[in-house]
């Protein structure tokens, strides 16, 4: 039998459309059946690369008798926290606040109005630890509900009435300046691990928007320090297990702290952040490493996340079939020294084990290792390495793959279509412009539809039944603004003014704050709202970067304002929680060196157009055309001196001379390298 979920266009709900448990997506309908019923509602909310999640899907959902005792005394309801970030966020933030902390899968127990009154994560199928079992926990709490209404009643709205009551620091008093930053970068160095890179202990995550902020900072202020963060971090992840050393890209994070054993599962939004961190930290130190750790994690998302519709796939999954046809966690990646020998033989498979750290004990689980580099600062033969490392690879090529989360996001192909974009036009890669291009049609033509309001999701080109959130519109508009800039087409200008309007218009609240859902979204029992940068940009901080970009560009008065009316919260937060809101900070050194708005009347591609995008200075944003279209209101009355490309560098409303010279133009922007 299959249940409600058959026709969704979510991976994980189409993962339990076949369980015995009569599952309903989240709906009025479902709400109003528990009315009717007079029963809770059991909310499970997850994604489909999961590892508890698939779990307890296993020991629970697909056991008959726990599913008939489900499917008599509640109403299940099943969520993909990646469809519905605010139900996810609103929830999460209750289940944090009830048990201080929180995760997935995340196991809720509603009222028909929606009010939570039991909180829990994963549970087993038999008592473990002092955990009970999934079956004692629905026993009590379906007990509670029939003996005990009121005091359920009573719990579930005073835990309402608590949520309802936080207000949010939204620091509208005034815009991060130099103080706020400096503070923020000593938060940082006290953090810092300076043995492995990275900050704080395990499990230690990828920090992509600081290390953005890292970056900036040191090109606006020449600060060495956080320059070396940066980099040694950079250095330290790349060499780690985290990276996939034979097919490129990164895993969600290391348990350990330092780098060595990951989560394996390989999220689009990691890896679009992180090629594009390398890709900024080429440019900053002309890095050969982290030129190709760019380039391989560009050529990994569009090998391994590519639809055939041209968007990118959220995720592959952490498990996959070992040789005993069992699903376990990074059975694709683990080698032992007898897989190694197998391919090898036993000169190549000695020389591969040192050099990727394979030990007779193993790094991971039975005695297999997760390959890493373990020699780093050792000589080490380039040719044998290469040879070695393709040879791996064709052999992993034949293992079980990891399942694949099909559903495209919108925010995530944002990010994707930015470092694409990026890394293309620095490294001569024409066809990663292009696959960034087709993403951002695929965006335009399904997601936003006759409207210009974003959809959060699509499968196979269909669009999905969701409301785009605020980090949809944020990460997409700064996607499209950096097409813009590497392609000169002031069509993706303009779809981001499209996008950034509508900010303007349904997410702005009082005093600059911003909300993650539309004013004209589904009420939930709060409209959530967090300023904080965790694994991907927060809405709050992706659109604040992407309406001071808008505005450098346009001369908009109103983007301008609501830019930096949102960035008070980085005020309030950046000296207090710097880890938390690192693009946050990487836009307010956008804001503090202007940014500068360059507009290059010349060819797209050409050495100055390069040199442009090439320039350090934070945030800097680049109009390129050889006539002056309308396309670009930076290119007005701009016209080649002397029939030859010219540059025009502004900030503050002071503009340099304009310039012909290619060098000229790179120290303007703090780029020591032209074109080269």
């Given at each position: 039998?299959s249940?409600?979920?058959?026709?969704?266009t979510s991976?994980?709900?189409?993962?339990?459309a076949d369980?015995?448990?009569?599952?309903?997506?989240?709906?009025?309908?479902?709400?109003?059946?528990?009315?009717?019923?007079?029963?809770?509602?059991?909310?499970?909310?997850?994604?489909?690369?999961?590892?508890?999640?698939?779990?307890?899907?296993h020991?629970?959902?697909?056991?008959?008798?726990?599913?008939?005792?489900?499917?008599?005394?509640?109403?299940?309801?099943?969520?993909?926290?990646?469809?519905?970030?605010?139900?996810?966020?609103?929830?999460?933030?209750?289940?944090?606040?009830?048990?201080?902390?929180?995760?997935?899968?995340?196991?809720?127990f509603?009222?028909a109005?929606?009010?939570?009154?039991?909180?829990?994560?994963?549970?087993?199928?038999?008592?473990?630890?002092?955990?009970?079992?999934?079956?004692?926990?629905?026993?009590g709490?379906?007990?509670?509900?029939?003996?005990?209404?009121?005091e359920?009643?009573?719990?579930?709205?005073r835990?309402?009435?608590?949520?309802?009551?936080?207000?949010?620091?939204?620091?509208?008093?005034?815009?991060?300046?130099?103080?706020?930053?400096?503070?923020?970068?000593?938060?940082?160095?006290?953090?810092?691990?300076?043995?492995?890179?990275?900050?704080g202990?395990?499990?230690?995550?990828?920090?992509?928007?600081?290390?953005?902020f890292?970056?900036?900072?040191?090109?606006?202020?020449?600060a060495?320090?956080?320059?070396?963060?940066?980099?040694?971090?950079?250095?330290?992840?790349?060499?780690?297990?985290?990276?996939?050393?034979?097919?490129?890209?990164?895993a969600?994070?290391?348990?350990?702290?330092?780098?060595i054993v990951?989560?394996?599962e390989?999220?689009?939004?990691?890896?679009?952040?992180?090629?594009?961190?390398?890709?900024?930290?080429?440019?900053?130190?002309?890095s050969?490493?982290?030129?190709?750790?760019?380039?391989?994690?560009?050529?990994?998302?569009v090998?391994?996340?590519?639809?055939a519709?041209?968007?990118f796939?959220?995720?592959?999954?952490?498990?996959?079939?070992?040789?005993?046809?069992?699903?376990?966690?990074?059975?694709?990646?683990?080698?032992?020294?007898?897989?190694?020998?197998e391919?090898?033989?036993?000169q190549?498979?000695?020389f591969?084990?040192?050099h990727?750290g394979?030990?007779?004990?193993?790094?991971?689980?039975?005695?297999?290792?997760?390959?890493?580099?373990?020699?780093?600062?050792?000589?080490?033969?380039?040719?044998?390495?290469?040879?070695?490392?393709?040879?791996?690879?064709?052999?992993?090529?034949l293992?079980?793959?990891?399942?694949?989360?099909?559903?495209?996001?919108?925010?995530?192909?944002?990010?994707?279509?930015?470092?694409?974009?990026?890394?293309?036009?620095y490294?001569?890669?024409?066809?990663?412009?292009e696959?960034?291009?087709?993403?951002?049609?695929?965006?335009?033509?399904?997601?936003?539809?006759e409207?210009?309001?974003?959809?959060?999701?699509?499968k196979?080109?269909?669009?999905?039944?969701?409301?785009?959130?605020?980090?949809?519109?944020?990460?997409?508009?700064?996607?499209?603004l950096?097409?813009?800039?590497?392609?000169?087409?002031?069509?993706?200008?303009?779809?981001a003014g499209?996008?950034?309007?509508?900010v303007?218009?349904?997410?702005?609240?009082?005093?600059?704050?911003?909300?993650?859902?539309a004013?004209?979204?589904?009420q939930?029992?709060?409209?959530?709202?967090d300023?904080?940068d965790?694994?991907?940009p927060?809405?709050?901080?992706a659109?604040?970067?992407?309406?001071?970009?808008y505005?450098?560009?346009?001369?908009?008065?109103a983007?301008?304002?609501a830019?930096?009316?949102?960035?008070?919260?980085?005020?309030a937060?950046?000296?207090?929680?710097?880890?938390?809101i690192g693009?946050?900070?990487?836009?307010?050194?956008?804001?503090?060196?202007?940014?500068?708005?360059?507009?290059?009347?010349?060819?797209?591609g050409?050495?100055?157009?390069?040199?442009?995008?090439?320039?350090?200075?934070?945030?800097?944003?680049?109009?390129?055309?050889?006539?002056?279209g309308?396309e670009?209101?930076?290119?007005?009355?701009?016209?080649?001196?002397?029939?030859?490309?010219?540059?025009?560098?502004?900030?503050?409303f002071?503009c340099?001379?304009?310039?012909?010279?290619p060098?000229?133009?790179?120290?303007?922007?703090?780029?020591?390298?032209?074109?080269?």
């Open positions: 039998m249940n409600r979920l058959a026709h969704a991976p994980y709900l189409l993962q339990h369980n015995p448990v009569d599952w309903w997506p989240w709906s009025p309908e479902a709400f109003e059946e528990a009315r009717r019923r007079n029963v809770p509602v059991l909310l499970s909310v997850g994604y489909a690369s999961c590892h508890w999640c698939h779990v307890m899907a020991e629970s959902f697909e056991d008959d008798g726990v599913a008939a005792y489900l499917n008599e005394h509640f109403v299940p309801v099943k969520v993909d926290r990646e469809e519905r970030p605010d139900v996810d966020a609103v929830y999460m933030e209750a289940v944090q606040a009830a048990t201080g902390q929180g995760g997935w899968p995340m196991t809720v509603l009222t109005d929606a009010e939570p009154f039991y909180f829990g994560t994963y549970f087993p199928p038999e008592p473990r630890h002092g955990t009970p079992s999934f079956r004692q926990v629905l026993e709490v379906s007990a509670a509900w029939t003996d005990r209404p009121e359920v009643a009573e719990v579930a709205g835990i309402v009435h608590d949520l309802t009551q936080r207000s949010l620091v939204h620091g509208g008093e005034g815009l991060p300046g130099e103080a706020e930053l400096a503070q923020a970068l000593l938060g940082l160095t006290r953090e810092y691990d300076d043995k492995r890179g990275g900050f202990g395990a499990p230690k995550f990828p920090p992509s928007m600081t290390i953005e890292l970056l900036r900072h040191h090109a606006r202020t020449g060495e320090g956080a320059l070396q963060m940066a980099a040694d971090t950079c250095d330290a992840m790349a060499g780690g297990g985290m990276y996939d050393q034979l097919g490129g890209g990164f969600r994070y290391s348990v350990d702290p330092g780098w990951p989560h394996f390989k999220m689009l939004y990691d890896n679009a952040l992180l090629c594009r961190v390398y890709a900024h930290l080429w440019r900053s130190t002309g050969e490493q982290a030129r190709r750790i760019a380039l391989e994690t560009a050529d990994f998302m090998r391994e996340l590519r639809t519709e041209g968007g796939a959220s995720a592959l999954d952490a498990d996959s079939e070992d040789g005993d046809g069992r699903h376990v966690e990074g059975a694709y990646y683990v080698w032992t020294p007898e897989q190694l020998r391919v090898l033989g036993d190549d498979a000695a591969a084990a040192e990727f394979v030990t007779q004990e193993g790094t991971f689980e039975e005695g297999a290792s997760v390959l890493r580099l373990a020699r780093t600062g050792t000589v080490v033969d380039a040719d044998r390495a290469a040879d070695v490392r393709a040879r791996l690879l064709a052999a992993r090529e293992r079980p793959r990891p399942g694949r989360d099909d559903k495209v996001v919108a925010a995530w192909n944002g990010l994707a279509i930015a470092a694409l974009a990026e890394t293309g036009a490294f001569g890669r024409p066809d990663l412009i696959r960034a291009t087709e993403a951002a049609d695929l965006l335009v033509r399904v997601h936003m539809g409207v210009a309001r974003l959809t959060r999701t699509s196979d080109g269909r669009a999905g039944a969701n409301a785009g959130v605020l980090e949809d519109y944020g990460d997409v508009a700064e996607g499209f950096a097409l813009a800039a590497v392609t000169g087409e002031g069509v993706w200008l303009e779809f499209f996008l950034l309007d509508i303007l218009q349904h997410f702005t609240g009082e005093g600059g704050q911003l909300y993650d859902t004013d004209d979204a589904e939930l029992i709060r409209r959530p709202q300023p904080t965790s694994a991907t927060a809405g709050w901080t659109a604040a970067g992407a309406l001071l970009s505005a450098a560009y346009t001369g908009s008065e983007h301008r304002t830019a930096e009316g949102a960035l008070g919260v980085v005020k937060l950046g000296p207090r929680v710097p880890r938390f693009w946050g900070l990487a836009v307010a050194e956008a804001l503090l060196d202007g940014p500068r708005e360059v507009a290059v009347a010349g060819p797209v050409g050495e100055l157009h390069r040199t442009a995008l090439l320039g350090r200075a934070p945030g800097a944003v680049v109009a390129v055309g050889e006539t002056a309308t670009f209101p930076l290119l007005a009355d701009r016209p080649m001196v002397g029939g030859a490309p010219t540059a025009y560098v502004c900030r503050h002071v340099d001379a304009p310039t012909t010279d060098q000229e133009l790179a120290r303007s922007l703090g780029s020591s390298r032209s074109g080269d």
